[in-house]
């Protein structure tokens, strides 16, 4: 086996960025915390957004009601105060709305707009917005959700009132950088055509395809915005829910953004587990985060994945260069509709299958001497 190289010892001066993937607060999560939505869902095997809950409850026991906004975050508040990221940025997959504009779809997201303050309270700086559930409740729902997280003061981007504004980066100025992430939604991962943002409509920022001559096209967005000593993350929901292959078009998209407009990390997600990590050049693509909170408990169907294991991606940044100097993984697991402390067993499945995916792209996941995950290049 070739020797394994370690990325550069990170500074502390660097930028530590902090991403995840799907958080869907939605549904039944919604239901349990201080004020829910009315639990009425039109899907074809559940009506009640409760009946989530009590499937949940058949799996792991009993969940409290009415609880308060961090509940959900549990162990995970522990591990950001630990490692003090720089920004905190969440795939936000469910509207933030009482709306009642469903979309004919076969599963609608929302949580109460009163229950959006669980992102204060893990002090998540962004939310991007382009995927496929934001607009579950219609454009009158993605409005909402636009005031509500700027009333939050959380910054949002891949969704906006017109195809301007869901193009925009959101912008953090941070103490060593100010960084700029992009959002973009694919139809591959089922975001509906219909839901692109016009000159004149609200909608998500659409990919048609995840061709090359897309990928130039987002690298031209990026360097339009980019000022010199900028920080890029571009934030992609793409793919399939299930499996770890990676499609070709995923590679040729992000390596050529890296290439084209020197972006620091892509952040992928729309799969329900940990996907395949790449360092390519220096920097990061996470070519899928898998879920961060679900409501998943109790659904038959897909164990193989442990979609209940989930990962916080601490990545140190170079302020200077945009390179990645270190790449940290925290093991979590819902349970309780809340996130806890895997058992040692669980840690060391989830390292060993996402070190077997990650091979493919040279890359190793270990476990440091303080028992904590770490990427490591060949």
């Known amino acids: 086996m070739p020797e394994e190289r370690r990325l550069p010892a990170a500074p502390r001066e660097s930028v530590r960025l902090f991403l995840c993937g799907d958080v869907m607060c939605g549904r039944g999560i919604d239901q349990v915390l201080a004020h829910p939505c009315s639990p009425e869902i039109y899907e074809d095997y559940m009506r009640s957004a409760e009946g989530y809950v009590l499937l949940a409850e058949q799996a792991n026991g009993s969940i409290p009601r009415r609880n308060g906004a961090s509940y959900v975050w549990g162990a995970a508040l522990d591990q950001l105060e630990r490692m003090q990221p720089d920004a905190r940025i969440i795939n936000l997959e469910t509207a933030v709305t009482r709306s009642g504009d469903r979309a004919n779809k076969g599963i609608n997201y929302r949580m109460s707009p009163e229950n959006a303050e669980c992102l204060v309270a893990a002090k998540i700086d962004c939310c991007v917005l382009s995927n496929n559930h934001v607009l579950d409740w219609g454009r009158a729902g993605l409005l909402e959700t636009l005031t509500t997280l700027q009333k939050l003061n959380v910054k949002a981007t891949g969704a906006g009132r017109n195809d301007r504004e869901a193009l925009a980066p959101a912008v953090l100025n941070l103490a060593r950088a100010r960084l700029l992430i992009f959002s973009f939604g694919s139809t591959s991962s089922g975001v509906p055509l219909e839901w692109a943002a016009t000159a004149d409509a609200p909608g998500v920022n659409l990919l048609p395809d995840l061709s090359e001559a897309s990928a130039s096209e987002i690298a031209h967005q990026v360097m339009s915005q980019r000022r010199p000593g900028d920080l890029v993350v571009v934030s992609i929901h793409w793919g399939s829910n299930w499996g770890y292959h990676i ?132």
């Open 247 to 378: 499609p070709h078009e995923q590679k040729v998209l992000a390596r050529t953004l890296i290439d084209k407009a020197g972006v620091s990390i892509v952040h992928g997600h729309s799969s329900h587990h940990p996907r395949a990590i790449e360092i390519y050049r220096d920097r990061l693509i996470l070519y899928g985060c898998g879920d961060f909170l679900n409501d998943y408990e109790g659904i038959p169907g897909y164990e193989r994945y442990r979609d209940d294991l989930v990962l916080m991606y601490f990545a140190d940044l170079d302020p200077t260069s945009g390179c990645l100097h270190a790449l940290k993984l925290v093991p979590l697991q819902i349970k309780n509709f809340r996130l806890s402390i895997p058992s040692w067993r669980d840690m060391e499945w989830i390292q060993q299958s996402l070190d077997r995916e990650c091979q493919q792209f040279g890359t190793r996941v270990i476990f440091d001497a303080e028992r904590q995950l770490v990427v490591v290049s060949l």
